[in-house]
């Protein structure tokens, strides 16, 4: 492995890229920094991808030298963000980014007054559920409580998906200001991949005035997903859904466990809003 200094040394054109150029005003190169964008575009990049992905296709994608991109990838592994996968040439992203994100004050209350909610609501309906946050333009699963019957399903810790393609980012877009929303969309377009904004905006509509959404699992034959926001000052900081087998052996039925899950959701929210009062 090379030696931490060598890691560490820094390339001059890494702190020249750009900055020179005369269609900069000050306001934009006082807020440049090449070296470090270099390595958000690659951590971005891998995060996008649900395959491991080569250094050769880093640079082809990221339309840069072998160069610029080599000293950058090996110092994000040495640091630990991103690990060659296994039996493979390509990169993946390790948990740390999602560990540094899940010791956030902010998010550790959340999961403190979700988890034995999303539990108790298991019990109840007999269901699984899971807990979804933002993240690039995708949904990222940050908890989750198995079903406590036999046959249920459920999502791993840390699962992404686009975030338009998810009844649980459909929530989550749906209860955002408009600011918010027009920053996600520029990652749903330059990306992931494009999207029907139109479209989507007008389910977001429809899911903010019924306050939950409900719609066959695009991938999971047999599963519907319901979901609920987790509002705090009446944004969404997160999507408690669940993922609704339909079986014979089941104790509710669809419109049994919305309501139970609507009914956690906004339990949590109320918790939320306790706390932030409290502070």
Same mark, same amino acid.
């Given at each position: 492995?090379?030696?931490?200094? %060598?890691?560490?040394?820094?390339?001059? *054109?890494?702190?020249?890229?750009?900055?020179?150029? #005369?269609?900069?005003?000050?306001?934009?190169?006082?807020?440049?920094?090449?070296?470090?964008?270099?390595?958000?575009?690659?951590?971005?990049?891998? *995060?996008?991808?649900?395959?491991?992905?080569?250094?050769?296709?880093?640079?082809?994608?990221?339309?840069? =030298? #072998?160069?610029? +991109?080599?000293?950058?990838?090996?110092?994000?592994?040495?640091?630990?963000?991103? %690990?060659?996968?296994?039996?493979?040439?390509?990169?993946?992203?390790?948990?740390?980014?999602?560990?540094?994100?899940?010791?956030?004050?902010? &998010?550790?209350?959340?999961?403190?007054? *979700?988890?034995?909610?999303?539990?108790?609501?298991?019990?109840? =309906? @007999?269901?699984?559920?899971?807990?979804?946050?933002?993240?690039?333009?995708?949904? &990222?699963?940050? %908890?989750?409580?198995? =079903?406590?019957?036999?046959?249920?399903?459920?999502?791993?810790? @840390?699962?992404?998906?686009?975030?338009?393609?998810?009844?649980?980012?459909?929530?989550?877009?749906?209860?955002?200001?408009?600011?918010?929303?027009?920053?996600?969309?520029?990652?749903?377009?330059?990306?992931?991949?494009?999207?029907?904004?139109?479209?989507?905006?007008?389910?977001?509509?429809?899911?903010?005035?019924?306050?939950?959404?409900?719609?066959?699992?695009?991938?999971?034959?047999? &599963?519907?997903?319901? #979901?609920?926001?987790?509002?705090? @000052?009446?944004?969404?900081?997160?999507?408690?859904?669940?993922?609704?087998? =339909?079986?014979?052996?089941?104790?509710?039925?669809?419109?049994?466990? +919305?309501?139970?899950?609507?009914?956690? %959701? #906004?339990?949590?929210?109320?918790?939320? *809003? +306790?706390?932030?009062?409290?502070?």
């Amino acid at each position: 492995m090379p030696s931490s200094a %060598a890691l560490q040394a820094s390339d001059p *054109a890494d702190e020249r890229d750009d900055l020179g150029s #005369s269609d900069l005003d000050d306001e934009q190169r006082r807020y440049r920094a090449p070296a470090l964008e270099k390595g958000l575009d690659v951590l971005q990049l891998i *995060a996008a991808e649900r395959a491991p992905i080569s250094l050769v296709e880093i640079v082809r994608r990221l339309n840069r =030298s #072998s160069g610029e +991109l080599f000293r950058m990838v090996q110092v994000l592994e040495y640091r630990g963000y991103i %690990a060659r996968a296994p039996s493979s040439d390509g990169y993946v992203l390790t948990e740390k980014l999602f560990s540094m994100a899940m010791s956030q004050p902010a &998010v550790k209350d959340l999961m403190e007054l *979700a988890l034995p909610r999303m539990r108790s609501l298991s019990l109840e =309906s @007999g269901q699984s559920c899971h807990l979804a946050r933002p993240s690039l333009g995708q949904i &990222v699963i940050v %908890a989750r409580m198995e =079903s406590s019957e036999l046959l249920g399903f459920s999502v791993r810790v @840390g699962y992404r998906r686009f975030l338009p393609l998810t009844v649980s980012g459909t929530v989550l877009y749906a209860f955002q200001n408009d600011e918010t929303r027009a920053r996600w969309e520029l990652d749903f377009d330059r990306k992931l991949g494009t999207v029907d904004l139109p479209a989507f905006r007008r389910r977001a509509d429809e899911v903010r005035r019924a306050g939950h959404a409900s719609a066959a699992s695009s991938f999971v034959a047999g &599963v519907t997903d319901i #979901s609920a926001p987790l509002l705090r @000052g009446g944004v969404a900081v997160a999507a408690l859904t669940i993922p609704f087998v =339909s079986a014979t052996t089941n104790r509710h039925d669809l419109d049994e466990c +919305l309501a139970m899950l609507k009914t956690a %959701a #906004s339990g949590i929210s109320s918790e939320l *809003a +306790l706390g932030d009062a409290s502070t």
